[in-house]
T-cell receptor, first 109, second 112 residues
Framework: TQLLEQSPQFLSIQEGENLTVYCNSSSVFSSLQWYRQEPGEGPVLLVTVVTGGEVKKLKRLTFQFGDARKDSSLHITAAQPGDTGLYLCAVVGNTPLVFGKGTRLSVIA | DADVTQTPRNRITKTGKRIMLECSQTKGHDRMYWYRQDPGLGLRLIYY???????NKGEISDGYSVSRQAQAKFSLSLESAIPNQTALYFCATSDHHGLRQFFGPGTRLTVL
């Protein structure tokens, strides 16, 4: 079983600040997904990264897949209160997705 | 209308009671999953089903059972609920590639 470590576990920042959260493993990923879960709802897929070194942008969110395919990061520029939620990474493989424990982000207006 | 629905959305029950959580989907997906979410522990897989005749245990299946009544329906049962099964339960679906999961809104279960 691949163990996914997400850091930090909690993050509280002011509106307008930038932030980066991380997802790391001791194993190589075939591909990795990032989900966001808002309070009272289920997780929703944000992005899938497949190629080592790949960078994908989704408005103010930038996702990067490490060259060695063992880590990934999510950078948010100019955070807004609507970014508040739990950010989960998940590994895609031959078995059902394996999720990290998540980073809980709170953006204060 | 939501693609993945869960009933009930909230449930409070007592130790020893039998509880069934239901999940329905209109996405036409073959694969369905049940997870529980606890603070600090993330999403943990309980059971999953790749088609109507397929049932597989996940990471934490003890104390739970499932039934795949049809392609669109996947139920989770707690035969004799205990307090440490208090958690948020999510149903999810995916197509046969399994590359993207679609989650229901969750059921908050409290066992007293």
């Amino acid at each position: 079983t691949q163990l996914l470590e997400q850091s930090p576990q909690f993050l509280s920042i002011q509106e307008g600040e930038n932030l980066t959260v991380y997802c790391n493993s001791s194993s190589v990923f075939s591909s990795l997904q990032w989900y966001r879960q808002e309070p009272g709802e289920g997780p929703v897929l944000l992005v899938t990264v497949v190629t080592g070194g790949e960078v994908k942008k989704l408005k103010r969110l930038t996702f990067q897949f490490g060259d060695a395919r063992k880590d990934s990061s999510l950078h948010i520029t100019a955070a807004q209160p609507g970014d508040t939620g739990l950010y989960l990474c998940a590994v895609v493989g031959n078995t059902p997705l394996v999720f990290g424990k998540g980073t809980r982000l709170s953006v204060i207006a | 209308d939501a693609d993945v629905t869960q009933t009930p959305r909230n449930r409070i029950t007592k130790t020893g009671k039998r509880i069934m959580l239901e999940c329905s989907q209109t996405k036409g997906h073959d694969r369905m999953y049940w997870y529980r979410q606890d603070p600090g522990l993330g999403l943990r897989l309980i059971y999953y089903s790749f088609d109507v005749k397929d049932i597989n245990k996940g990471e934490i299946s003890d104390g739970y059972s499932v039934s795949r009544q049809a392609q669109a329906k996947f139920s989770l049962s707690l035969e004799s609920a205990i307090p440490n099964q208090t958690a948020l339960y999510f149903c999810a679906t995916s197509d046969h590639h399994g590359l993207r999961q679609f989650f229901g809104p969750g059921t908050r279960l409290t066992v007293l």
